[in-house]
């Protein structure tokens, strides 16, 4: 099949991602990535006309970010970008996991509903994300989860018992999950303190991410392709509707470290399968 010099600069061409960016640490990342990538970013959203609201406000900057959309609980919506990335760019070279939602302190929701929901989307949906665009990680790529400090809080709150089966540094996807699994099935039946998980919804499910990168790293590692580099991070307390604007940082201070994990350097070797804050490896278990 004969391909033009117009398609195959676009095939060639770089290509960034980054998930839940239409505001907040997302919106941040994406216009830091429109300044330093040399390459198309992606911004995405669940609804397209916040997507594309974020774009206009974006080109008001003089930045140039594309839209797609994409719910990661919506496994339709992920092979729609899967598919168009493989056809357009054919392939991707970073890819920012940042979607997530957190129940407000005062929230009247039932634990076991916090816990569902919190755990389909910060942890099953960024897991759909990756097992769907994976495949398509050019050499050098590099992959950053957005996770939190919480995850730290909460690990120390699980049981002895708990906490050696997250931390078990031979786990696989597949045990992570039934985890992830038994602790909402314990939130249903109001069993998950006495079988020692704590209450905490989003920290679990920031302890389901950060292992999975350690996990995810394990898997790249033995990857035929090249320098294929992953990292979780927290971001930091920044001032966003997830934080009720309490937080302290700007947008723009919480992105610098997930845009430092996703812009290393070709070749680099360090951080890899880290937790990061603040730009510093840190022990999220500790």
Known sequence: ML????????????VA???GSN?????????????????????????????KEAIKSLNSEGLSPKFHQLDITDQASIGRLKDFLQKTYGGLDILVNNAGIAYKQDS????????????????????????????????????????????TFTIKKCSEEVKSKFLNNKLSVDELTNLMNEFINAAKNGSHERKGYPSSAYGMS????SVLTEIQHRLLSADP????????????????????????????????????????????????GN????RKIKKWTE
Request: glycine content about 8%; aromatic content about 8%; proline content about 4%.
């Open 108 to 151: 009247t929701a039932p634990f076991a509903e916090q816990a569902e929901v919190t755990i389909k989307t910060n942890y099953f949906g960024t897991l759909a994300v990756c097992e769907a665009l994976f495949p398509l990680l050019r050499p050098h790529a590099r992959v950053v989860n957005v996770s939190s400090m919480v995850s």
């Open 225 to 272: 392709r090249d320098d294929i580099v992953i990292n979780s991070c927290c971001p930091g307390y920044v001032d966003t509707d997830m934080t009720s604007h309490k937080g302290h940082k700007t947008i723009d201070q919480g992105a610098d470290t997930p845009l430092y994990l996703a812009l290393l350097l070709t070749g680099s070797k360090s951080p890899a």
């Open 23 to 51: 505001k907040g640490i997302g919106y941040a990342i994406v216009r830091g990535l429109c300044k330093q990538f040399d390459g198309d970013v992606f911004l995405t959203s669940r609804k397209d006309d916040l997507g």
């Open 3 to 14: 391909i033009s010099r117009t398609n195959y600069r676009i095939m060639s061409k770089k």
């Open 206 to 209: 920031k302890i389901g991410v």
């Open 275 to 278: 937790f990061v804050s603040e």
């Open 17 to 19: 991602v980054v998930t």
